[in-house]
């Protein structure tokens, strides 16, 4: 069974900080890998969706990469800004049970002004 | 371009009963379905995921049932409501393709007092 954890729990940085989010699984052999943002009281809006072909994805001040061997990923967000503040939420695909796609506990962040 | 909707966006029911909350998705055809919950400060758990109409597959025992009475409609539906069914409901929709993000609606609130 998918089990999908992520660390830290909460994050509070200043503003212009780089960061780093991480997200694992328990079964590596993952279809494609989603990060998420959600807003308080809001749905979620994707960031970034990985290809389990591929090694990393680019948008922005975002960068997210994957490493299915190890069963991560880490969500890079450059030059911190208060707007980031939200919950980051990762999810992954499994390739053994396609079209169910299994999310992780979030990350809560909050950039300090 | 596609759009998603939920409603109603905010319900308030008493314990005992019945529950039917409605996701459609416009401009597309043959999408996956998803239904998810996130309890107060917590990750999104999966409840019921559909690949076609009719066609159903449910995740989690629970008090909570799911339809599909047309391609583009998603429905989730209880007979008699539960305390722990309060929660924030989340309906999605995805392309067949592995490669197409997970879109969601804006969220339906339930509170069961």
């Known amino acids: 069974k998918q089990e999908v954890t992520q660390i830290p729990a909460a994050l509070s940085v200043p503003e212009g900080e780089n960061l780093v989010l991480n997200c694992s699984f328990t079964?590596?052999?993952?279809?494609?890998l989603q990060w998420f943002r959600q807003d308080p009281g809001k749905g979620l809006t994707s960031l970034l969706l990985?290809?389990?072909?591929?090694r990393e994805q680019t948008s922005g001040r975002l960068n997210a990469s994957l490493d299915k061997s190890s069963g991560r990923s880490t969500l890079y967000i450059a030059a911190s800004q208060p707007g980031d503040s939200a919950t980051y939420l990762c999810?992954?695909?499994?390739?053994?049970?396609?079209?169910?796609?299994?999310f992780g506990p979030g990350t809560s962040l909050s950039v300090i002004p | 371009s596609q759009t998603i909707h939920q409603w109603p966006a905010t319900l308030v029911q008493p314990v005992g009963s019945p529950l039917s909350l409605e996701c459609t998705v416009e401009g597309t055809s043959n999408p996956n379905l998803y239904w998810y919950r996130q309890a107060a400060g917590r990750g999104l758990q999966l409840l019921f995921y559909?690949?076609?109409?009719?066609?159903i597959s449910s995740e989690v025992p629970q008090n909570l049932s799911a339809s599909r009475p047309q391609d583009r409609q998603f429905i989730l539906s209880s007979k008699k409501l539960l305390l722990s069914d309060s929660g924030f409901y989340l309906c999605?929709?995805?392309?067949?393709?592995?490669?197409?993000?997970?879109?969601f609606g804006a969220g339906s609130r339930l509170t069961v007092l």
């Open positions: 999605a929709w995805r392309g067949i393709s592995g490669a197409n993000v997970l879109t």
């Open positions: 999810a992954v695909e499994a390739a053994t049970s396609y079209d169910k796609v299994i």
């Open positions: 559909s690949v076609g109409i009719g066609q």
């Open positions: 990985i290809q389990s072909s591929q």
């Open positions: 079964d590596s052999a993952i279809y494609n």
